[in-house]
């Protein structure tokens, strides 16, 4: 399977200022048919997760444009362009391009308000 | 609007079964772009897949999980049935079932959670 590794496991920022979080995988997450299927996902407390970004870097319906996501093959990153007290959270990256199907998550970053 | 919800015990013994049911609305599962998957998060820690139903029946299980779990689905119900035997108390989780579209431009996410619901294992 593919194994998912963030950094950092925690991000205390000051409100107002950027937050980036990283994302490794074992292999490449370019699938047969070209797109790459990684996915952030933010889970506030007590919630549910969230889609943020889709394919790298497409915001999911009513998404801030504050977060955006970058990277290509094995390395990705999210970024808060400036974090609000809402952002305060778990964020998670997720794969789905593993064929058969087997999603797998990344460990989670904790953003918190310094 | 796309929700779905899962249900479930809140308490079950170590070795027996767990039987959890996602219900859906604002999408069929006979759709042929959708799909629904399982997913769990022990308190504390990260997320764990566990398994997904395609809209032809297919199925796919976690590698580490696989002997265990079993997928279904009752499209008539609107519902997708997963259950674990041999339950744990290391199976104490919040368990989410989540859509997955495949298909087109929006393949492969998870774009709509459950509220989840927890389970706990112990005698």
């Known amino acids: 399977d593919i194994v998912m590794t963030q950094t950092p496991l925690s991000s205390p920022v000051t409100l107002g200022q950027p937050a980036s979080i990283s994302c490794r995988s074992s292999?490449?997450?370019?699938?047969?048919?070209?797109?790459?299927?990684l996915s952030w996902l933010q889970q506030r407390p007590g919630q549910p997760p969230r889609l943020l970004i889709y394919k790298i870097s497409n915001r999911f319906s009513g998404v801030p444009d504050r977060f955006s996501g970058s990277g290509a093959g094995t390395d990705f990153t999210l970024k808060i362009s400036r974090v609000e007290a809402e952002d305060v959270g778990v964020y998670y990256c997720m794969q789905a391009t593993q064929f058969p199907l087997a999603l797998t998550f990344g460990g989670g970053t904790k953003v918190e308000i310094k | 609007q796309v929700t779905l919800k899962e249900s479930g015990p809140v308490l079950v013994k170590p070795t027996e079964t767990l039987t959890l049911t996602c219900t859906v609305s604002g999408f069929s599962l006979s759709n042929a772009r959708m799909g629904v998957s399982w997913i769990r998060q022990p308190p504390g820690k990260a997320l764990e897949w566990l398994a997904h139903?395609?809209?032809?029946?297919?199925?796919s299980y976690s590698t580490s999980l696989k002997s265990r779990l079993t997928i279904s689905k009752d499209t008539s119900k609107s519902q997708v049935v997963l259950t674990m035997t041999n339950m744990d108390p290391v199976d104490t989780a919040t368990y989410y079932c989540a859509r997955i579209p495949i298909g087109g431009s929006g393949s492969y996410l998870a774009d709509v959670w459950g509220q989840g619901t927890t389970v706990t294992v112990s005698s």
């Open positions: 139903i395609f809209s032809n029946d297919e199925k």
């Open positions: 292999q490449s997450l370019v699938h047969s048919d070209g797109n790459t299927y």
